[in-house]
């Protein structure tokens, strides 16, 4: 298994641009998160799914949407990309709430 | 805000148990208690977690006192990849939404 795969690694945006960020596993898993993480701080969860079809929002949602339709895959799309928005993002899966959560690689992104 | 309170940095030498501490003094009843760690800028990895009883893995154990008011996460012989920020995090069986704080830093020295 690959386990949560994340794409791209890298992104430099201008303000304002807008861009998706591509979540899949192969787990099976019916839940899916996305945080981000600032420099020498936690995660915060922006957005999670419990199901396919279904999401709602974590901590920090303002600015991000995103959407399920299938069991794999978990987008998660900046409109308007600003300087506060520079971060890395982590998505993360889990067979259900209690377990242990996988997690991906990140995407290091920075809005110029 | 997360509902733990962690010391900043720790080390520990090479082959020797790593003890960290957590204190989750406002805990309820149903939250568990949950360990990850990060090594570098790698996505976290799950290490362990529990209610009440102490829990041990092949990774780690966890012991939680008896009032649930604080944690210690024991690695028992530690090694240079273990160097890590390692969170601890209380969060309720219904809770999807995991409080990450700022982790203990513990670096392991040869």
């Known amino acids: 298994n690959a386990g949560v795969t994340q794409t791209p690694k890298f992104r430099i945006l201008k303000i304002g641009q807008s861009m998706t960020l591509q979540c899949a596993q192969d787990?099976?898993?019916?839940?899916m998160y996305w945080y981000r993480q600032d420099p020498g701080m936690g995660l915060k969860l922006i957005y999670y799914?419990?199901?396919?079809?279904?999401?709602d929002k974590g901590e920090v949602p303002n600015g991000y949407n995103v959407s399920r339709s299938t069991t794999e895959d978990f987008p998660l799309r900046l409109e308007l990309a600003a300087p506060s928005q520079t971060s890395v993002y982590f998505c993360?899966?889990?067979?259900?709430?209690?377990?242990?959560?996988?997690f991906g690689p990140g995407t290091r992104l920075t809005v110029l | 805000d997360a509902k733990t309170t962690q010391p900043p940095s720790m080390d520990c030498a090479e082959g020797r148990a790593a003890n960290l501490p957590c204190n989750h003094s406002?805990?309820?009843?149903?939250?568990?208690v949950y360990w990850y760690r990060q090594i570098h800028s790698q996505g976290p990895q799950y290490i362990i977690h529990?209610?009440?009883n102490n829990e041990t893995n092949e990774m780690a154990s966890l012991i939680i006192t008896e009032d649930r008011k604080s944690s210690t996460l024991i690695l028992p012989h530690a090694t240079l990849r273990d160097t890590a920020v390692y969170y601890c995090?209380?969060?309720?069986?219904?809770?999807?939404?995991?409080?990450f704080g700022a982790g203990t830093r513990l670096t392991v020295k040869p």
């Open positions: 799914s419990v199901g396919a079809g279904i999401t």
């Open positions: 787990m099976n898993h019916n839940y």
């Open positions: 529990g209610l009440k």
């Open positions: 406002t805990i309820s009843g149903n939250e568990y």
């Open positions: 993360a899966s889990s067979r259900d709430r209690a377990n242990e959560q996988f």
């Open positions: 995090i209380v969060r309720g069986y219904n809770n999807n939404d995991m409080r």
